[in-house]
C-alpha cells in the first residue's frame, strides 16, 4: 500500500513542479496577486481599519499608507488577540502562536499562526520541499518510508490559546493522511522535555525505514550519535539504509556539515537548506548542488526588501522583487496572511540569483560584532570557522565570539568561546588560520587588523564540554528552535560561560 501511494504522489509531485515553475518565471504577479488578497481579507481588521486598507490600490499606496513594522509595535495587538478579542490583525480570533526567543533578545516573541498560513504556508512548503526532492531523485520513496522531523513542544496560554516552537504546531496540524509516514509518535515528537525526547526518538526510530530527516542542526546531532550510542553503528546509514536528504534550517551550517558528513558519509544522502521561521516559511533549496534557495513567492508572504545601506534610515527605501539586484544584501519585511504587516523580520539576505530569484541568509540586522569599526558578521563567523575545522579535520560543536576592549594603551581583539567535539592538536596554529581567514572574508576586520595596533589576533577559549547546554538551560532556552548567539558586542554571555566554565 505504501508503494502505491508513493508512485501516486510521485505523479502528483510532478504536476505540482509545473506550477512552481510557473511562479519562478513571472514571480512579480504572484506576488501582486497575494498582496491584494491580503489587504481585501483583513480590510475590516482593527490595523486594516487604522491603516485605511480599502483604500490601498498597489504597492506604493501600501507604502504610504501603512508605516514599517517591528515586534515592538506589534505586540500591543498581538497580545489583544492573545488575550481572545477578535478582528484585531485578522478576520475572527487565532488559537495559534509560534513561540520564538530569537538569539539576540531573552524575551519570547509570540507570532500569530492562523489555519491560512498553515495550509498556503508551511504544510504546502513542506509538499513543495517533497516535490523539489522528487524532482532530483526519483527514488527518494519519501511515502514508502518514514520521514523523522525534530519537533518542538507546546503550551496552553489560557483561552483556548496555544504556543510552542513552529515545528511542534506543523507538526499538530500535520494531516492524517501524512502522519503514517511520519516517525516518532507524535507523543514523543511532542516530548517538552528535550533529554528524554532525545532518548525517546532514538528508541522509536531506529528500527524505521527512515527517508528523509528535517530539523536544526545542533538537536539533529545531538540524535544522532544517541542512535549511534545505542545501536553500536558506526554511521546513520548503517541504522537508515534508506536515508536519502536531510533538511537543515534555524543556524548556519557550515560549522556542522564536515560533522554531518562524519557520520553520513554516504554521498547519496543530500544536505538541503530551508529558510523557516517562526514567521513563515520562505526558501527552500531546490538544487542539492546549486548555492542559494528559492525564493517561495506563491506561500502566503508578500516580500519587500530594504537595501543594505539604507537599514538605519529613518524612512528607508523598500523594494518589491523586480527591484533588487544579484549579489546585493537586503533586510527582509513581510507582509502574512497570518496578520504580519509590512513586518521588519530582522534578517539580513543576499541574492545569489536573480534568474530565478535565490537566497541565502547572512546575518541578522542588529547580528554583527562591531567594536573596533569591523562590522564582522555571523555569516563571516560561520563561514571562516566552517573553512579552517575542515583543513584541520576537527569538529565545532558551537561557538560565540565577544569582544576584549581596548583598555590601559593594550589592543582589543576578539575571543572566540569554542566548544569542540576533538580540539585541534595547535590551537594557536588553528586560530591564527582562523583570523587569516576572517581577513579574507572581511575587508574591514582586516584593516583593523594591520599590524596588530588596535585589534591583535583573536584568541579561542576551549569550554568544556557541555557548557553551551548548560547556558541555554539556566536562561530556559534549552530545546525547540533555541539557538547559541554567534557574535555579541558585549561580555556578558562571555562572562557567564567563563562561570559555567
Aim: charged residues 25%; contains cysteine; glycine residues 6%.
Amino acid at each position: 500500500m505504501l508503494q502505491l501511494t508513493d508512485k501516486i504522489l510521485y505523479q502528483y509531485f510532478r504536476q505540482r513542479q509545473k506550477k512552481i515553475e510557473a511562479v519562478i518565471r513571472n514571480p512579480l504577479h504572484y506576488q501582486n496577486a497575494l498582496l491584494r488578497l491580503i489587504l481585501d481579507s483583513n480590510q475590516n481588521t482593527e490595523f486594516g481599519k487604522k491603516y485605511d486598507f480599502c483604500a490601498i490600490k498597489n504597492q506604493r499606496d501600501y507604502q504610504k499608507a501603512c508605516p514599517l513594522q517591528y515586534y515592538e509595535s506589534l505586540f500591543p495587538s498581538i497580545e489583544k488577540m492573545m488575550d481572545d478579542a477578535s478582528n484585531i490583525l485578522v478576520p475572527g480570533t487565532v488559537q495559534w502562536y509560534a513561540k520564538s526567543s530569537g538569539t539576540t533578545n531573552a524575551r519570547s516573541k509570540y507570532i500569530p499562526v492562523t489555519k491560512g498560513s498553515l495550509k498556503y504556508g508551511h504544510l504546502k512548503c513542506a509538499w513543495d520541499a517533497a516535490s523539489h526532492i522528487y524532482n532530483e531523485d526519483p527514488a527518494a520513496k519519501l511515502f514508502a518510508n518514514k520521514s523523522l522531523i525534530m519537533g518542538g513542544s507546546l503550551e496552553d496560554l489560557g483561552h483556548n490559546k496555544m504556543a510552542g516552537d513552529i515545528s511542534a504546531i506543523i507538526l499538530h496540524h500535520f494531516p492524517k493522511i501524512g502522519r503514517g509516514f511520519y516517525t516518532p509518535s507524535f507523543e514523543t515528537a511532542l516530548w517538552p522535555e528535550w533529554d528524554e525526547k532525545i532518548k525517546r526518538t532514538a528508541q522509536e526510530t531506529i528500527r524505521e525505514k527512515v527517508t528523509l530527516l528535517a530539523g536544526v542542526p545542533t538537536w539533529t546531532l545531538m540524535l544522532l550519535r544517541e542512535i549511534l550510542n545505542v545501536t553500536g553503528a558506526e554511521y546513520i546509514t548503517d541504522v537508515w539504509p534508506d536515508l536519502r536528504s536531510y533538511l537543515h534550517g534555524g543556524v548556519g551550517f557550515a560549522p556542522y556539515r564536515n560533522e554531518f558528513r562524519k557520520l553520513i558519509p554516504d554521498q547519496k544522502v543530500s544536505f538541503r537548506e530551508v529558510y523557516n521561521a517562526s514567521e513563515g516559511y520562505f526558501a527552500m533549496q531546490n538544487h542539492r548542488d546549486q548555492d542559494g534557495m528559492l525564493l517561495l513567492c506563491d506561500h502566503g508572504i508578500y516580500y519587500e526588501f530594504i537595501p543594505h545601506k539604507n537599514i538605519d534610515d529613518s524612512n528607508p527605501e523598500c523594494l518589491d522583487i523586480s527591484q533588487v539586484d544579484e549579489g546585493q544584501k537586503y533586510a527582509l519585511v513581510i507582509t502574512t496572511i497570518s496578520g504580519l504587516y509590512r513586518y521588519v523580520i530582522g534578517d539580513i539576505i543576499e541574492f545569489v540569483s536573480t534568474r530565478p530569484y535565490k537566497i541565502k541568509v547572512v546575518g541578522r540586522v542588529h547580528d554583527s560584532i562591531n567594536v573596533f569599526g569591523e562590522e564582522l558578521s555571523a555569516h563571516n563567523t560561520d563561514k571562516a570557522i566552517g573553512i579552517i575545522s575542515d583543513r584541520y579535520d576537527v569538529q565545532v560543536k558551537d561557538y560565540t565570539v565577544a569582544p576584549l576592549f581596548i583598555k590601559d594603551g593594550q589592543a582589543g581583539r576578539h575571543e572566540w568561546y569554542i566548544e569542540f567535539e576533538n580540539r585541534p592538536v595547535d590551537l594557536n596554529a588553528f586560530a591564527t588560520d582562523l583570523d587569516t581567514e576572517l581577513q579574507t572574508l572581511n575587508s574591514d576586520y582586516a584593516a583593523k587588523r594591520s599590524n596588530d595596533i588596535a585589534v591583535e589576533c583573536l584568541k579561542i577559549i576551549p569550554l568544556n564540554q557541555g557548557t553551551f547546554e548548560a547556558w541555554l538551560r539556566s536562561n530556559n532556552r534549552y530545546g525547540g528552535q533555541s539557538k547559541i548567539p554567534r557574535v555579541k558586542n558585549d561580555r556578558e554571555m562571555a562572562e557567564a560561560l567563563l562561570t559555567i566554565n
